[in-house]
Each structure stands twice: as C-alpha cells, then as structure tokens.
C-alpha cells in the first residue's frame, strides 16, 4: 500500500488493541508518533532505499511463481526473507519482550513495531503475493481511467485515492470510518477469526489467492480500468444500516428546515 492504505490499516488495528497492547505499543513508539501508532507505518517505505537499508526492500512481499495462485512457505519464503517471514521474525522479537527484559537490550523494539505493523498491511495487498515475472504487477502496464501507471500502482494507491473521492468527500478519516462501520456491522461475525491464530502458533500469515481472483483479473497489459475495477474489488460504497435520529425529529431544527427546502442541496454535506 502507499501512505493511505498503510495509515488506513493501523488506525483500524489501533482500535482492536487489547489494553495491555495499547501500554506495550505506546512504551515503543517514537515520541514523534504522540502516541499514534498509524504516525509510522509507512516508515518502512521511507528508508527502503537507502543504501542502510537495502536489505529490508524484499520484505514487502511474497510473490509466486508465474502463474502459481497458491501461496508456499518453503518455495516462494526461500530463507524466511520475504513479507511473511518478516512478520514471523518480528513478531518472535515482540513477543520475547514480554517474557525476557535481555530482549530489549537485544533487539530494537520500536524499529520491530514500525515493521511488523507496515508489513501486516503489506500482506494484505493482494499483489505483495503476485507474480515474480511481473514484479507483483510492477511490469503490467494499464490506464487507471486516462492516467497511464502499472496495476501494482493501482492497488497500493489508485483504487484508494479514487474511492476517495467518489465515495468518501476525499477525506481519509471518512473512509477509515466507513471501514470501522463494516467491520461492526457488515463483518461482525468474521473479525474474531481474522484476529486468532491455531493454539500455540504466535503468527500465521497465510495468504490467500486473492491474486488470482481479484487483483490480475480483468487486468491485463494495456487495459483501461476504473469505476467497474472499484465495484468488483471493493463492492462501492459501504452505508452502514440506519441508526441515526429518523429525518422527521431533525425537521424542528431551522437550519436543517433551510436545507430541505433548497432541493439541489446535497443533505449529507449540509448535515456534516
Ligand atoms: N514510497 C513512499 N515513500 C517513500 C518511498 C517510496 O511512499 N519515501 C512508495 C514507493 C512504493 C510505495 O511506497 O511504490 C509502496 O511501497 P510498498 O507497497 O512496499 O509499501
Ligand atoms: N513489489 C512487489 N514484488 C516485487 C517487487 C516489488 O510486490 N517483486 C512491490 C514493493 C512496492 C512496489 O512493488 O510496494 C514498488 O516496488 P519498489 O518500491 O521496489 O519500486
Ligand atoms: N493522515 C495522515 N497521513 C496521510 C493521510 C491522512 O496522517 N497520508 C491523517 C490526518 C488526519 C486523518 O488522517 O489525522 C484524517 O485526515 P482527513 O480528515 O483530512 O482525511
Ligand atoms: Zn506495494
Ligand atoms: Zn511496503
């Protein structure tokens, strides 16, 4: 993801933080973060290039063999050097501090805390598992609406940026609330297995093909995507089931009187 999907998923995670998460994560923060772990998620993305971190670049992914939907540990994780072993590594590192004060002394827990978190998000952008002939889509070139960019671009910002705007008054804070929404009420029943793994397993990144099934599909080099890509891929705009005050007990209120009477007001920008 770029900026928007990284800060997107660790506001999200934020919430789902048990209390004794909230006291372990604030401890290893930076100070500059204020407490907000969404403050350093893409920070691995802006030290990857740097001649230091060099070797951090192949983290962010896991792709597959071309034309192998199927994600393997041994085949596509050679020497745990790919997204999914980073999240078992620094996992392993966060852990050990709970249990070990030495591993404080060891390991750099607040680099491991901005890693884990970028790359939980990485691992879930369905071209971080994509093809190796492509570079995870990097190579296919396509048009997102009149814009020329490759389809990795597309799912890291492209798609995020634009539903946005379509559906979201381009404000980040709309969407991640749109998305907050959904999970309460549209996928009440699968967040709890989203958040556990077998007994005794600290980690299991197992991704899954949605590759295959989403991210290539309708997607091949020179093709024009846009409005129907978005519907396909993130089902359009979340609206989650009514809940507030009915309309007939704002209509006491002048200001609200004065929008409803001016048909070509848009009733939601007035009430925000
Ligand atoms: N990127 C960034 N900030 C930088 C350097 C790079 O946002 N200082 C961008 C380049 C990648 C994008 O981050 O295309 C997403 O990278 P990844 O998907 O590995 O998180
Ligand atoms: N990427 C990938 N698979 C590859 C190479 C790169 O998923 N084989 C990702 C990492 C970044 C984006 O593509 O999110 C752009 O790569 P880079 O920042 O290295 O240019
Ligand atoms: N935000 C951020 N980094 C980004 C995008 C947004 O820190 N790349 C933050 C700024 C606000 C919040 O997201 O605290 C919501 O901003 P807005 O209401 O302008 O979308
Ligand atoms: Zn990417
Ligand atoms: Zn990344």
Redesign the pocket.
């Known amino acids: ?3 928007d999907g ?1 800060y997107a998923v660790c506001k999200i995670a934020q919430g789902y933080f048990e209390e004794e998460t909230v006291v372990a994560v604030k401890k290893f923060l930076p100070a500059y973060a204020d407490g907000e772990l969404a403050a350093v998620c ?1 920070w ?3 030290i ?2 740097l001649p230091q971190w060099k070797w951090t670049a192949a983290l ?2 896991a792709d597959t063999p071309d034309d192998k939907c199927n994600y393997d540990y041994s085949r596509d994780c050679p020497n745990d050097w790919c997204v999914t072993g980073a999240i078992f590594n620094y996992t392993n590192q966060l852990m050990s501090a709970s249990k070990d004060s030495q591993s404080i002394v060891h390991y750099n827990l607040t680099e491991a805390l901005m890693f884990l978190s ?1 790359y939980m ?2 691992i879930h ?1 369905p071209l ?1 598992e994509g093809f190796l002939g492509d570079l995870g889509g990097n190579k296919v070139k396509v048009n997102w609406y009149n814009q020329e960019t490759n389809l ?2 597309v799912w ?2 492209m798609i995020i940026e634009s539903a946005l705007e379509k559906y979201y008054f381009s404000s980040l804070s709309v969407m991640i609330h749109a998305l907050q929404d959904k999970l309460k009420y549209g996928w009440s029943n699968d967040v709890w297995s989203w958040g556990s793994c077998q007994l005794n397993q600290t980690a299991c990144p197992n991704p899954i093909d949605l590759a295959c099934k989403y991210a290539y599909r309708n997607a091949t080099a020179g093709t024009t995507l846009g409005d129907g890509f978005i519907v396909e891929n993130v089902g359009g705009k979340y609206t989650p089931p009514y809940t507030s005050r009915p309309w007939s007990s704002w209509l006491g209120s002048r200001w609200s009187l004065r929008c409803l009477q001016d048909s070509s007001d848009n009733l939601t920008e007035a009430l925000m």
């Open positions: 993801w770029g900026d990284h893409s691995p993305d802006e990857k290039r962010h992914f970028h998000g990485d952008q971080h990795h671009r890291d910002d």
